[in-house]
């Protein structure tokens, strides 16, 4: 009976929403030739900085990222690509130093999440923007973005 009585309340919990959408590019070995092949597609690489349990993150997946008119645009003009914090997956920057996900938040000085950093086609920063964005707000940072791109977006 106990045993029943707790599915049944596993099952009434909210399920943990996925901080990323799956749509995002799942690798990122090495940022100065991910940033070089967006820019042959006419894209811009955007690294979106999250933390497990942020609010603010997952109210960025759940609204704004489900957008229809945001979506289409990071598809179209841009590869997002999620950076967990806290993570310990290897990611080779800009400089040749491979780091882990928290290293790179670290070095790049991630102060709050989420955190957007959009980069060239030479993997340098050309705009960031931490906070939450609501899709209207986060269609006119991919303006500024796409105003900066190498290519139409």
Do not use: H
């Not at 090495?30 to 894209?43: F, L, Q, S, T, Y």
């Not at 080779?92 to 790179?104: P, R, Y």
């Amino acid at each position: 009976m106990k045993l029943l009585l707790a599915l049944l309340l596993a099952a009434a919990l909210p399920v943990q929403a996925r901080e990323v959408p799956d749509w995002f590019a799942e690798t990122m070995l090495d940022v100065r030739e991910e940033a070089a092949d967006a820019a042959k597609e006419g894209k811009r690489l955007m690294l979106y900085f999250w933390l497990a349990g942020c609010p603010y993150c997952e109210r960025m997946t759940q609204t704004t990222f489900r957008d229809p008119a945001v979506v289409e645009r990071l598809k179209r003009g841009f590869v997002p690509v999620g950076v967990n914090v806290r993570g310990d997956r290897d990611i080779t920057w800009t400089d040749g130093a491979t780091l882990s996900e928290k290293q790179l938040a670290a070095t790049l000085q991630i102060r709050g999440t989420p955190t957007v950093i959009f980069l060239d086609e030479k993997g340098a920063i050309v705009l960031r923007s931490s906070g939450y964005l609501d899709p209207r707000q986060f269609e006119a940072l991919l303006d500024r973005a796409a105003a900066k791109a190498p290519g139409k977006l």
